[in-house]
């Protein structure tokens, strides 16, 4: 279940404008050091489900600035009951470290609460002719060398503001995040629909409110996650979310197929203002 999925997409990060393809408008709204939480529970997702019950929380804290770089941490605790199988617990953490301009990128991510803990931990690097060269160290130790051109987490969700802002409503990026096994680049699609302007939409949460996000335009996003190579055009995972021009994201929704969870934003504050006056 690759739970670090959604987490990427949450990662608004540090803007990448070459490897968006064009320039970030002139202007464009500083991306915003923040921590949030989000309570989750299950939603439905069509006639097959996969657990009767989901309750859960995900905590994110994003800092740094457009000089030096961008970290992420985060904590996902999900229990998931099923009559046929009783509770299964999900407890996912990671932190991660994206250099300016999608350059490198360092990851470690934990499993824990099913069967052994995993460990995946390593860091890649874009390499001169666009190939990345991954060098994990843990679970055991390896290089890789993936063929570009490929987006860190950091910048995927840069290039969507870019493509939002454009008024472009698709973007198809390979991504690669570090997730799972550490060896894998997905294939995605995402998907912007209209803006919504400041304040617009009913039944906003309070932390939706916060002076921060007021004044903000948002997009409805959506991802889709694919296998490279695999030959399927059914994606392993769909992330819907709303992405305020500051990168922030509310109303997620994270659809694993045979089950989906609901991710309701429940706190946020801002922890800086993400710009560089070097």
């Known amino acids: 279940m690759p739970i670090r999925r959604a987490v990427a997409v949450l ?9 968006a393809q064009e320039p970030a408008p002139a202007g464009g709204v500083p991306l915003a050091p ?17 657990f009767d019950d ?42 991660s470290f994206e250099t300016p301009g999608g350059r490198s990128l360092r990851f470690r991510i934990e499993n824990r609460g099913r069967g052994t803990p995993t460990v995946v931990e390593g860091e ?22 993936m063929s570009g051109p490929i987006l860190f987490t950091t910048s995927h969700t840069e290039a969507i503001l870019v493509a939002a802002r454009a008024g472009r409503n698709t973007l198809s990026a390979r991504i690669y995040d570090g997730g799972d096994d550490g060896r894998k680049v997905y294939e995605t699609l995402a998907v912007v ?20 996000l007021a004044g903000l335009a948002r997009w409805p996003v959506k991802v889709s996650y694919f296998l490279g ?31 989906a969870l ?16 070097r």
Request: hydrophobic share 35%; charged share 20%; proline share 6%.
């Open 193 to 212: 629909g209209p803006r919504i302007e400041p304040g617009a939409g009913a039944g906003l949460e309070e932390p939706a409110r916060h002076e921060a």
């Open 124 to 145: 890649a690097e874009r390499q001169p002719d666009d190939t990345v060269q991954v060098r994990l160290r843990r679970p055991k130790p390896d290089t890789l060398r």
């Open 54 to 95: 989901a309750r859960g929380r995900l905590a994110f804290d994003f800092s740094g600035d457009s000089c030096d770089g961008w970290s992420v941490n985060y904590r996902q605790v999900t229990q998931l009951q099923s009559g046929e199988t009783g509770q299964t617990t999900l407890d996912t953490s990671g932190a």
């Open 262 to 277: 609901k991710g309701a934003l429940v706190a946020f504050t801002p922890t800086g203002t993400g710009t560089c006056n």
């Open 229 to 259: 190579g695999a030959g399927d055009s059914t994606p392993i995972q769909v992330i819907s979310f709303e992405l305020y021009e500051n990168g922030v994201s509310r109303a997620l929704v994270f659809d694993y197929g045979s089950f």
């Open 11 to 19: 990662a608004a990060l540090a803007a990448a404008p070459a490897l």
């Open 34 to 50: 923040h921590r949030a939480i989000y309570d989750l529970t299950l939603v439905g997702t069509g006639a097959t489900r996969a």
